[in-house]
T-cell receptor, first 115, second 113 residues
Framework: NAGVMQNPRHLVRRRGQEARLRCSPMKGHSHVYWYRQLPEEGLKFMVYLQKENIIDESGMPKERFSAEFPKEGPSILRIQQVVRGDSAAYFC?????????????FGPGTRLTVT | KQEVTQIPAALSVPEGENLVLNCSFTDSAIYNLQWFRQDPGKGLTSLLLIQSSQREQTSGRLNASLDKSSGRSTLYIAASQPGDSATYLCAVILYSSASKIIFGSGTRLSIRP
């Protein structure tokens, strides 16, 4: 059973461009979570999604950021008009149904650099 | 608001020593507590998960304890090795918000050969 997959692993964007980060959860997992780790800071929750639904987006910046988890395909974290402050590592995690032990399994992360 | 604090922020010890990493949290209504390891530029590796009803978990040279009443957890590493050098993250999930993990800022551990 493959783990959580994220791609690309490294992404470089110029200011003003769009960044799309993809996350494929573990097989059988229908819950996806996105976290951001700014340089020299801890990981912070951004958003929690189930298939076709955003459940909790309390950690998402109000502008330029959006996330989706379609019925088919990976979850996408989209950042429009990137700025230097968006440079960070973005981690995705997945978990089985909530009747499980709530353990989240993390992917290797996407490191976004905005030049 | 739940806050997770890890002390010390950095620690350097010679190889072979036993060591303890500390974690404290302000809201005792946690569902579980988890310790992760993060290597530079890499993802997170789950080390130990303690359910709220448990007091400790062990895996090899690692032992994690949980005291909900005092809001504390410790990660004990026995007979440290240079390969243990990494950042160790403590994290909790609250009953009130089981969708998000709240992380501490980590302890950066360096084991000197």
């Amino acid at each position: 059973n493959a783990g959580v997959m994220q791609n690309p692993r490294h992404l470089v964007r110029r200011r003003g461009q769009e960044a799309r980060l993809r996350c494929s959860p573990m097989k059988g997992h229908s819950h996806v979570y996105w976290y951001r780790q700014l340089p020299e800071e801890g990981l912070k929750f951004m958003v929690y999604l189930q298939k076709e639904n955003i459940i909790d987006e309390s950690g998402m910046p109000k502008e330029r950021f959006s996330a989706e988890f379609p019925k088919e395909g990976p979850s996408i974290l989209r950042i429009q008009q990137v700025v230097r402050g968006d440079s960070a590592a973005y981690f995705c995690a997945s978990s089985p149904d909530p009747t499980s032990l709530y353990e989240q399994y993390f992917g290797p992360g996407t490191r976004l650099t905005v030049t | 608001k739940q806050e997770v604090t890890q002390i010390p922020a950095a620690l350097s010890v010679p190889e072979g020593e036993n060591l303890v990493l500390n974690c404290s949290f302000t809201d005792s209504a946690i569902y579980n507590l988890q310790w992760f390891r993060q290597d530079p530029g890499k993802g997170l590796t789950s080390l130990l998960l303690i359910q709220s009803s448990q007091r400790e978990q062990t895996s090899g040279r690692l032992n994690a304890s949980l005291d909900k009443s005092s809001g504390r957890s410790t990660l004990y590493i026995a007979a440290s090795q240079p390969g243990d050098s990494a950042t160790y993250l403590c994290a909790v999930i609250l009953y009130s918000s089981a969708s998000k993990i709240i992380f501490g800022s980590g302890t950066r551990l360096s084991i000197r050969p």
